[in-house]
């Protein structure tokens, strides 16, 4: 194997994840660790969506899947932490039932994680391996040059993006979200390649995304309050909320439009000083 091989940029994220999960497991920090292994996770959904683009002809499933039944289980339970965060004091039968939901979802992937560590490390199933394996095999000493290649494209797809996006449309806004997070984590992953202006982009993107992810995280707890109880959408407390809410959103969209305009300025300063450098 490469020093950038798949296979080792693989093991070397989920090892991390590993450590936050031993952290879950000792019942320490749990809504933390919970978040660092999302965090683990949503990186290793990046490769494996790397290895579709760059390695069509290989069958790169099993990863895919073992990754994203993962982050189905963690997101049952961070979901129910940010909820119960935002909604604290709002409504005491609406927080009641959260944590219930909540606790419940801890209970399976507690139960989950602990069936699936041998000794520090996570046990990865056998078609995972042989998945990648064969990516490397593919993939050679090209992986790192490839994946390079790729950001850069990833990066010109994403201020063509950015250019038309409309913020008031859900579905678009969502892609372009994954689409940040994407480019954000390729960053993180091949961080020891040189990718021209790697820094300035990871900056910017990850402000657009916090607020993004603020956005985000805001429209779920409105579509939760939405579909509670008559009793409850009708607590002046949670009319109250949503009022609130509802204009936090607003200030959140107003906010993208400068953001981007901000980032495309930066990334066009770091490609012209980039190229200066380069010229004799």
């Known amino acids: 194997m490469t020093e950038y091989s798949i296979e080792k940029t693989f093991e070397g ?3 991390t994840a590993a450590t936050h999960a031993h952290v879950y497991l000792n019942g320490t920090d749990e809504i933390e660790a919970v978040h660092q292994i999302r965090v683990g996770m949503r990186k290793l959904k990046t490769i494996s969506w790397l290895l579709t683009e760059l390695l069509p002809e290989v069958d790169t499933t099993p990863v895919a899947q073992w ?3 993962w982050m189905s289980l963690l997101a049952d339970v961070r979901d129910k932490d940010i909820a ?6 709002v409504n005491e039968e609406l927080i009641d039932q959260l944590v219930e939901e909540r606790d419940a979802a801890r209970e399976v992937l507690h139960e ?5 560590f041998e000794g520090e490390s996570f046990i990865l199933p056998s078609q995972v391996k042989e998945a990648l394996d064969a990516c490397d095999a593919q993939m050679g000493s090209d992986w790192s040059s490839k994946a390079s290649k790729h950001f850069k494209r990833m990066i010109k797809a994403y201020r063509r993006n950015s250019n038309k996006l409309d913020i008031y449309n859900g579905k678009a806004l969502h892609q372009y979200r994954v689409e940040g997070k994407r480019i954000k ?8 390649i040189n990718i021209i202006p790697r820094k300035r982009v990871r900056k910017d993107v990850s402000e657009l995304l916090r607020v993004l992810g603020g956005y985000n995280d805001k ?26 809410l509802e204009k936090k959103m607003a200030a959140d969209l107003r906010a ?7 980032m495309q300025a930066n990334i066009r300063r770091a490609i012209r000083k980039a190229a200066a450098k380069k010229r004799p």
């Open 13 to 15: 994220i989920l090892n």
């Open 67 to 69: 990754v994203n039944h």
């Open 84 to 89: 119960i965060e935002l909604l604290d004091d």
């Open 112 to 116: 989950a994680l602990s069936a699936s």
């Open 185 to 192: 984590n390729t960053i993180d992953i091949l961080g020891g």
């Open 219 to 244: 429209r779920t707890i409105k579509k939760l309050l939405a579909s509670e109880t008559t009793q409850v959408r009708n607590d002046p407390k949670v009319k109250d909320y949503l009022f609130e």
């Open 256 to 262: 993208v439009p400068g953001l981007i305009g901000e």
